[in-house]
């Protein structure tokens, strides 16, 4: 198992506060845990750092419309 | 001879056709059942008796004139209460949409209406097809006919619930990362989530804009493709509307399909961690039963389901959240537990990572359609097992399994859920039918051929 992305509550009530979210403590614990674990996720995404992408692999919007087969 | 509420539409259609079905009295029957049962099922946020009726006499005396409009002329259905109905509330199910009254028809409520359906009511659904089972809504959550302590699935829970149930013909269902395809499985009827741009969503309320898909749900394929026929078409108004040929996807559904290429996306839902063993099973029968169809089957690697399931929840926190700021920061006591607590998640993501998670999503489409080179269509498990119950349910269920359903949303896809058979305790398991993107179809055309060669279609919940 990979080692989760963890944030302190200390940590986690300033960001909470710069995001003018209003937590109850038991919603803020419950968020702290739920957001180590979409960060956790998030790394199985790769991040592309090519300076000059192909236009098509990277700028297409997924939204845009599918072409018919 | 069925109980008139368990006719299928196909059945029903031909019998007002032929005059031999009344559908004033088809509307009594769906009505008379929903006042038997739904006190205990919740399926029904908002009935629409009256109007039901008048429409069910004007569409008799329309048939009586020669005018029959088609096959869904005079059938009942229940419509998602996140689809906007005019002069009828559409809540989303929610305490801040309590007293919204649309003006206008959602456009595929419009389209199904000018094929002559008669709409029974608004049905239960997640909160903004999101937050669910709640337990602190204006209505019940909806219950699972099949076992009334499992949830029947989401977000299109009362859909799921009245079609299984005999509470309505078909229904609408909207589907963003599951949510036709979920409760169809959970509740052992059949729902498509068409491709993404068949299906005008232009008043239907929206989830994720680059995910949410309409679509149809009924007891059998044949039923979805008699309503997909209505609800498909271009709508200049829906910016992810595309303009394709609609063909005629009944006649297209009871073709035959010997020589069709099907395969088989086992490592989503084989080993330790994926499907239960009833559903293996199942899965492995229904491949079996394809076999003796005529059909090729091959097994076929897609990308990892965790890659899906990471980009696809990225994408559905950020745009939810984007939809939902504003009333979240002003109003959170409007909304129930489990909505504001998950969108509130969509706050603490980056725009960075959601563009990366947009960039990783074209690359996985990239490679499912590459995968699909050599055959037709895709099959693989729909849910893990069978329903859960409610005690069972999470405020964040997105850390544990991934959703077997995520990856087709991502991909725009269509995918069909059918039912394939029942776990030891009686309740349905269902898999996925996926196929090309506006090849819908063969997508029904493949699930209505298994429904004709199984038993699964003849056996009701125990309601």
Known sequence: ?69 | MSARHYLTMAEAAHRIAARDLSPVDLVKSYFARIDAIDDRLHAYVLLNRDAALASAHEAEAEIAQGKWRGALHGLPIGIKDIYGTAGLRTTCHSHLLIDHVPKENAESVRRLKEAGVIVLGKLATHEFAFGGPSHDLPFPAARNPWNLDHVPGGSSSGSGAAIAAGLCAGATGSDTGGSIRNPAGNCGIAGIKPTYGLVSRRGVFPLAHTLDTCGPMAWTSEDCALMLQAMAGYDPHDPASVDVTIPDYHAEALKPVRGLRVGVVRHFYEGRDGATADTQRCIAAALDVLRDLGIAIRDVTLPELYDFHAAGRVIVLSEAYAVHRAHLSRTPELYGQYSRERLRLGALLTAEEYYQAQRFRRVLVERTLRAMDSVDLLITANNYGAAERFADAQVFPYFGKPYLSMPFNLTGQPAHAICCGFDANGLPLSLQIVGRAFDDATVLRLGHAYEQATPWRQRRPPI
């Open chain 1, 1 to 69: 198992m990979e080692n989760p992305v963890d944030i302190s509550p200390e940590d986690f009530a300033t960001l909470c506060r710069t995001l003018e979210l209003r937590l109850s403590p038991e919603e803020a614990d419950r968020l702290r845990r739920a957001y180590s674990g979409i960060k956790t996720l998030i790394r199985r995404i790769p991040r592309d750092e090519t300076f000059m992408p192909e236009p098509a692999t990277v700028y297409a919007h997924p939204g845009t419309r599918l072409t018919a087969s």
